[in-house]
């Protein structure tokens, strides 16, 4: 069954904090992705992979950076939290880009920075 | 870039009712489109997805949307819901078929009333 587990449910940070989301999936899957999700704001793209050791940025990058030295693990990074982030965050993963039909997801990360 | 419209941000309806929840998008071009359903404190989940060919799709729990280009709409509908259909519905879609396209509307919640 294909799975996208990401380390941690629930988080509570402090503000200035180094804080790590780790995602892993086991589907072999090329292209890893990170969204942050608001109500009334729908799924927005922070980063995506493609390949290890790449990555892109999404629609609000800033404020956060990638890590891919894996294939099956993409690690968020935000350098210095701040209550602005306070966010679900949600990692999903899809098959080679030609062709890719879906994305598959974890179950979130509900991150609460104070 | 493309956007995608769901106007209708929470829907409540009686159980054994029908419901339509809409979406639109702005392209013309060719366009995959796709719907997730979000279950509480979980991830998103794909509920079904139209890529090519017949416009009515199906899901295997009784939802179907139809694929309407001239309206550029993909509007999903169920008969007779059940009050395990209470969720968040996310419409989304992909221009080139990869998912690192994909664009998401702001989600619609479903409450499905006993």
């Known amino acids: 069954d294909v799975k996208v587990t990401q380390s941690s449910r629930y988080l509570v940070k402090r503000t200035g904090e180094k804080v790590f989301l780790e995602c892993v999936q086991d589907m072999d899957h090329e292209n890893m992705f990170w969204y942050r999700q608001d109500p009334g704001l729908g799924l927005r793209l922070i980063y995506f992979s493609y390949d290890v050791k790449m990555k892109e940025k999404g629609d609000i990058p800033e404020g956060y950076s990638v890590s891919r030295e894996k294939k099956e693990r993409f690690s968020l990074i935000l350098e210095s939290a701040s209550t602005n982030q306070t966010s679900m965050y949600l990692c999903?993963?899809?098959?080679?880009?030609?062709?890719?039909?879906?994305?598959?997801f974890g179950q979130g990360t509900r991150l609460t920075v104070v | 870039a493309q956007s995608v419209t769901q106007l209708d941000s929470q829907v409540p309806v009686f159980e054994e009712a029908p419901v339509e929840l809409r979406c639109n998008y702005s392209s013309s071009v060719s366009v995959y489109l796709f719907w997730y359903v979000q279950y509480p404190n979980q991830g998103l989940q794909l509920l079904l997805k139209?890529?090519?060919?017949?416009?009515l799709v199906e899901s295997i729990n009784g939802f179907e949307a139809e694929f309407n280009k001239s309206q550029t709409s993909f509007h999903l509908r169920k008969p007779s819901v059940h009050i395990s259909d209470t969720a968040e519905y996310f419409c989304?879609?992909?221009?080139?078929?990869?998912?690192?396209?994909?664009?998401f509307g702001t989600g619609t919640r479903l409450t499905v009333i006993p």
């Open positions: 989304a879609v992909s221009e080139g078929g990869g998912a690192n396209n994909l664009f």
């Open positions: 999903a993963s899809a098959g080679p880009t030609e062709g890719t039909t879906e994305a598959f």
């Open positions: 139209y890529l090519s060919g017949s416009t």
